[in-house]
């Protein structure tokens, strides 16, 4: 998964705190995030087609899903990502 | 910079502009889109937004030396570039040269979740980043409110978007942002409310099943615009914008005179034909000659070497050229000499805005100093009779202050229908030649009259308009006591005007050569009378002769008898005898004297 920041903002420290939490509930050990900063790598935004910030891209499995926002909304979140919370699933 | 120049006071510097490049709209908007600025252009779909704004982007990349940046929402580069390749528009080779950046945004609603608070920094830096890469100093946003599609929150992409304009303003860019129209609204997003600094209306009008593009100004802070609608067209050469109100009263008036192709109506124009940049009105019925009217003045014109144009809005140029050859006119070989041009489109091609503007660009191109409309009328099934005229009055400006000598047909109805031309047009006319057709003994011909030109003398009489193989001929058409004739009545006519001239000269022939014989007669007469005087007068002088004799022989009788009786000779006797012998000689001289004083007139006659 990759994340799209730009710099320091709040709303970018947010995302990514409110990510790892996430990810570490529901699928420990078995995702990887790559955090871009588009202030230190601009031309990058092109490819993912980003516009909003922060962006959580999953690129697998296809399909690509966009999660725009700063994840505060974890329901959401989970939807986006087609994962089934664990909670529910156990 | 004129805002702040306005914080710091009256002082009135122009607002800089930023030409766009597109013809005629930096006449309308005095300059140029305001530069450093955003300004939307909107208007419905196939309008022409995304053209605009791409032109906008590369004339400024080609003749301003100003690359840019274009952000495409909807469509993507190869979409755009084939696009535009048509018009002419290399993007390929501008992106290639670091003019100009494409870059297309695709936003996939199914594609995005949102989760929570976001902005839109992914936009600005990839558009900081193309812009920085080449320096741009243009923009175009086509079209923005595609974000509004793709993103739900809408407060949030509103305070985006308005933060994204006050933010090209800060870069100093010029950008053009397109918006599709909305509802009783410019925006269908409320667009205007953002950029403000000038607003372009696009509008793709219907009327009558014929299309016709107009762009107004609709705003434009801190800058004279005009406020028109202006019809603007699309073609090879990107947009092209008609202003209307560019043109004025104050072209000049040539006294130079061209002639119009046929001999003897240049005569009739007080003998050297129109003036050189007059605007010339041929009206007619159907099949009175007007195009071949147009097509004569075409080949003296090229004749003479100039660059003639012809609008046919009716025929097509080979049935032109065609029908010209069958009156001797060639038009084929002034064209592959490339004096003259054909332009021909059908009134309902396009709307009657775009024919005038078609017109008058195909008249920039070639820049003819000859133009032949065939036929205006035509452009009525495209436009109400007061945008027909209002058009046509453009035109003729347009045409006047290019000198450019001008003759338009115009189809009448009605023959006798002589002060209605259906477009109201003969006031702006200079000249108005009048094509009739006269029907009588079952035959129609064809009349010209004059019936106006402004500035000169003029005939005002009609002529027959012949059309041969040789070409026109005007000939006098007969006036007498059984009113105007012309065709075969005209050469009956004439025939029998010629047959009673001719019995008119036998007759004075006839007159002639009694008199003749009458004086031979009376010649004879005097010279019989003469005879039978001459008789009568040896008869005469015979008889006194004979009575002379006679006297003679009686004085000698006596004197014999006196001698006898024993007179005395030298007596008195001798001498009156001597006398009275010279009596009767002077009694005979006196008889003579009288026959005299009664014959003269029988000696005169001698």
């Known amino acids: 998964m990759r994340l799209y920041v730009a710099g320091q903002t709040p709303k970018c420290l947010t995302a990514f705190s409110n990510l790892k ?25 092109r490819g993912d087609q980003i516009l909003a910030i922060p962006t959580l891209v999953r690129k697998l499995p296809e399909p690509v899903r966009k999660i725009i926002g700063d994840l505060s909304d974890t329901e959401r979140v989970l939807v986006g990502l087609d994962l089934r919370p664990l909670k529910r699933g156990s | 910079m004129a805002k ?14 930023s030409p766009t490049g597109i013809k005629g709209l930096d006449d309308v908007t005095g300059g140029g889109l305001p530069k450093g600025r955003p300004s939307l252009v909107c208007g419905s779909a196939g309008c022409g937004k995304t053209l605009f704004a791409l032109e906008f982007l590369a004339r400024g990349a080609l003749d301003h030396n100003e690359p840019g940046v274009f952000m495409a929402f909807e469509e993507t580069a ?44 992914g936009l600005f830096i990839r558009l900081e980043h193309a812009i920085d890469s080449v320096k741009a100093k243009r923009v175009a946003l086509d079209t923005v409110e595609a974000l509004f599609a793709g993103f739900p929150d809408e407060m949030i992409l509103r305070a985006e978007l308005r933060r994204l304009f ?42 009558d099943q014929v299309s016709t593009r107009r762009l107004r100004v609709v705003k434009y802070r801190g800058s004279l615009h005009g406020t028109n609608e202006y019809p603007f067209l699309i073609d090879d050469d990107g947009i092209t914008v008609m202003p209307i109100t560019s043109l004025g009263l104050d072209h000049p008036a040539p006294t130079e005179r061209v002639s119009t192709g046929i001999e003897r109506l240049d005569f009739m124009l007080g003998g050297k034909g129109f003036y050189r940049g007059s605007s ?3 009206t007619g019925g159907a099949g009175t000659g007007k195009s071949s009217t147009g ?168 002529r027959e308009f012949i059309l041969s193989s040789r070409g026109v001929e005007l000939a006098d058409v007969y006036l007498g006591p059984e009113g105007v004739l012309t065709g075969a009545a005209r050469a009956a006519r004439v025939g029998r005007d010629k047959a009673e001239a001719l019995t008119r000269r036998q007759e004075v022939e006839r007159r002639r050569r009694e008199l003749e014989s009458k004086r031979a007669a009376l010649k004879a007469q005097v010279v019989a009378l003469q005879a039978e005087f001459e008789i009568e007068e040896a008869e005469v002088l015979q008889s006194i002769e004979e009575m002379q004799l006679k006297e003679s022989v009686l004085a000698e009788g006596r004197s014999e008898m006196a001698r006898l009786r024993g007179a005395d000779p030298d007596g008195p006797t001798n001498r009156r005898q001597r006398n009275g012998q010279e009596g009767g000689a002077s009694e005979q001289n006196r008889e003579k004297a009288g026959r005299a004083k009664a014959g003269p007139g029988r000696r005169a006659g001698r």
């Open chain 2, 280 to 282: 010339v009105l041929v």
């Open chain 2, 78 to 121: 190869e979409e755009l570039t084939q696009n535009v390749a048509s018009l002419g528009i290399d993007l390929d080779d501008l992106v290639a040269r670091g003019k100009l950046v494409l870059d297309h945004v695709h936003i996939e609603r199914s594609e995005i979740q949102q989760t929570g608070e976001y902005d839109l920094d």
């Open chain 2, 4 to 17: 702040s120049s306005g914080r710091l006071g009256p002082t009135r510097n122009e607002l800089p502009k």
């Open chain 1, 21 to 45: 939490k996430i990810c570490e509930e529901h699928m420990a050990g078995r995702y990887r995030i790559e955090v871009i900063d588009l202030l230190k790598n601009p031309q990058l935004a």
């Open chain 2, 295 to 462: 097509a004569l003045f075409v080949d003296a014109a090229c004749g003479r070497g100039e660059t003639a144009l012809y609008v046919a809005l009716e025929e097509s140029p080979h049935q032109i050229k065609r029908n010209m050859g069958s009156i001797g006119v060639n038009l084929g070989r002034w064209e592959k000499k490339g004096l003259l041009h054909f332009f021909a489109a059908r009134p309902t091609a396009y709307g009657l805005e775009m024919h005038v503007a078609v017109i008058q660009k195909a008249i920039e191109q070639l820049n003819p100093q000859v133009v032949v409309i065939d036929q205006v009328t035509n452009l009525e099934a495209v436009g109400p009779t007061h945008d027909v005229k209002l058009a046509l009055t453009r035109m003729i400006d347009f045409l006047k202050s290019r000198r450019i000598t001008a003759l338009f047909t115009s189809l009448l109805p009605l023959a006798d229908e002589i002060d209605h031309t259906d477009v109201g047009i003969s006031s702006l006319m200079d000249v108005w030649i009048m094509l009739r057709n006269v029907e009588s003994d079952g035959e129609r011909n064809r009349t010209i009259y004059i019936l106006k030109s402004r500035g000169m003398s003029h005939s005002n009489q009609a």
């Open chain 2, 166 to 207: 006050r933010w090209l303003k800060e870069k100093g860019v010029t950008a053009v942002i397109t918006a599709e129209r909305g509802e009783g609204t410019l925006t269908r997003h409320g667009m205007e409310e953002y950029v403000a600094d000038c607003v372009i209306l696009l509008d793709h009008r219907v009327n």
